[in-house]
């Protein structure tokens, strides 16, 4: 039966080849290879989302004071939480201890057991379990709809180019969630995260020449004179912009933008668990991808908020590739949104893995006898080698995919109830839990200095996810009101 165990965890672990001699880690899974920079890869694929090119709206609702210091605020909580998760990996000894494989197990290494499990413990891990996974989910569903939405841009933007910016252009959004659906049919078939390096990388590289591409775009804007926009230190203008419930509600939908285009929690368990062991150990090769990462993207975030902001003033749209901010020139923009498509196809990939993972290994767990879902048959890939091929992966993922496209396309406003979803989410996976495993690691006595400070900063953050989930519900009823069904976006 033990040797039966593991190879049933193999299996769901990416041993592709099937050979039973090959080298694993001391748990008995796949050596991990990964790096630092392969760390880093992932990080920045899953933070710079086609949202860094909406940072010149949140900018405007903020102004230049507040904007840039809220950025930076957010990258340094982000780092500073992200480095005490990374030490959480093992337990109870950031180097030398036992493994944890998502971040469920982690919170039930270091919260669950310290309590009465079945009444506080429980309800943490569960807690975390519903905030980690329901983003995740969410975010699948949300990316879909915002690659379909880069697509449809293509199209538009040639439209305008040949018959003038006052046509209208429309295009359904659906057959291009098809397409990113296909894609991700074939691509959710890769066993791992091990196996999605280079995928990350690409998507890495397409997220800079997008970001490039639209400050290149926005310096230009500045540096062509004309009519120069409008800004302010404090924002756009209460009696000239907005009302004064409209500034309220959109600085706060700002503030909960920024600090949710950081989070990358959901992931940071499962992409330390595909770094090599030494040298350096898990949670300093992680401290050091996420100082890389975190560091790449506030850089591209300063760029495109700041330089966006001037090129646009009060008036920057939601996302001025894909919202039309730029017309000209229709092949440098056509570009940009492709590189968009391209970098949500592996951004897709990082999220919905652990997804994948966590069904596979409790349905393993659950029928360890069944051969459909511990079953794995090599099949010759050309060009490829052996790949292996489960039919319960098959189906299930299979299935996934296509009930995330299919919630696309009935839910297209479903990004405004993603934001939703983040503010939910932020606080306990960004911010709680990485303080409170920190102090129950460090054992921190009860209202020492270092204790009562961390408190302070958990629940600070608390109350931006409470303005940001305000903020957010504001927005979705307002895209419900505006929702017009089967229309095709102009």
Sequence with gaps: MEKKSMFIEQSFTGNKSGDMNKNFDDDGREKRTGTWMTGSAHIITAVIGSGVLSLAW?????????????????????????TMLADCYRSPDPVTGKRNYTYMEVVRSYLGLLMLWKKIGGRKVMLCGLAQYGNLIGITIGYTITASISMVAVKRSNCFHENGHNVKCSTS?????????????????????????WLSILAAVMSFSYASIGVGLSIAKVAGGGVHARTALTGVTVGVDVTGSEKVWRTFQAVGDIAFAYAYSTVLIEIQDTLKASPPSENKAMKRASLV????????????????YAAFGNNAPGNFLTGFGFYEPFWLIDFANVCIAVHLVGAYQVFCQPIFQFVESQSAKRWPDNKFITGEYKMNVPCGGDFGISLFRLVWRTSYVVVTAVVAMI??????????????????????????????QKKMKKFSFTWTWLKILSWACFLV????????????????KDFKPFQAPE
């Design 173 to 197: 959004n659906t057959p291009f969630m098809i397409i990113f659906a296909c894609i991700q049919i074939v691509l959710s078939q890769i066993p791992n995260f091990h196996d999605l390096s």
């Design 58 to 82: 949140a900018i405007a609702q903020l102004g230049w004071v507040a904007g840039p210091a809220v950025l930076m605020a957010f990258s340094f909580i982000t780092y500073f939480t992200s």
């Design 465 to 480: 996810s409470l303005v940001a989930a305000a903020g957010s519900v504001q927005g979705l009823i307002q895209s419900l």
């Design 411 to 440: 839910f297209p406003f479903f990004n405004d109830f993603l934001g939703l979803i983040g503010a939910a989410s932020f606080w306990p996976l960004t911010v709680y839990f990485p303080i409170e495993m920190h102090i129950a």
């Design 293 to 308: 990462g975190v560091s790449t993207t506030t850089f591209f975030y300063m760029l495109c908020g700041c330089v966006g």
